[in-house]
């Protein structure tokens, strides 16, 4: 157990600032999300070679969401918008096929929202049905 401790305190202290913000940015998401009626599901869900940061459940209407989360210090929303490129959007829907798949939730209406994190007070943008499927 303390070696648990010891390799994840050396692996978070050691992690790169870029890992560090985008880190801290999905927490502020997940507690952003939690606040405004959805269900934390997953975080960091992979399955090779897919991963989607966020997937919760809309509470208010029910639907199964899919969440990219891009954390950016600066407040020039534009790049994390460019960060959001057309192969991530194809591979954050193959994940969720793949996702949809593995829980047997076809039938579950589902969307893919987008959440910007921007600047020093890591100020939340949402973006609701992002991707058109």
Same mark, same amino acid.
């Given at each position: 157990?303390?070696?648990?401790?010891? /390799?994840?305190?050396?692996?978070? /202290?050691?992690?790169?600032?870029?890992? &560090?913000?985008?880190?801290? %940015?999905?927490? &502020?998401?997940?507690?952003?999300?939690? $606040?405004?009626?959805?269900?934390?599901?997953?975080?960091?869900? &992979?399955?090779?070679?897919?991963?989607?940061?966020?997937? *919760?459940?809309?509470?208010?209407?029910?639907?199964?969401?899919? +969440?990219? +989360?891009?954390?950016?210090?600066? /407040?020039? =929303? +534009?790049?994390?918008?460019?960060?959001?490129?057309? $192969? =991530? $959007?194809?591979?954050?829907?193959? %994940?969720?096929?793949?996702?949809?798949?593995? &829980?047997? *939730?076809?039938?579950?209406? *589902?969307?893919?929202?987008?959440? *910007?994190?921007?600047?020093?007070?890591?100020?939340?943008?949402?973006?609701?049905? +992002?991707?058109?499927?």
């Amino acid at each position: 157990m303390l070696n648990e401790l010891i /390799s994840r305190f050396l692996r978070q /202290s050691t992690a790169p600032e870029h890992a &560090k913000l985008g880190k801290k %940015g999905e927490e &502020k998401a997940c507690a952003y999300l939690k $606040q405004h009626n959805y269900t934390i599901l997953e975080r960091n869900w &992979k399955s090779h070679p897919y991963e989607i940061d966020i997937i *919760c459940k809309d509470k208010t209407n029910n639907e199964l969401v899919f +969440v990219e +989360v891009k954390t950016r210090l600066d /407040s020039d =929303k +534009v790049r994390s918008f460019e960060a959001f490129t057309p $192969q =991530k $959007q194809r591979n954050i829907i193959k %994940g969720a096929k793949k996702y949809l798949a593995e &829980k047997n *939730c076809w039938d579950e209406p *589902c969307r893919f929202d987008f959440i *910007c994190i921007n600047g020093d007070t890591l100020n939340v943008e949402h973006f609701s049905n +992002v991707i058109i499927q």
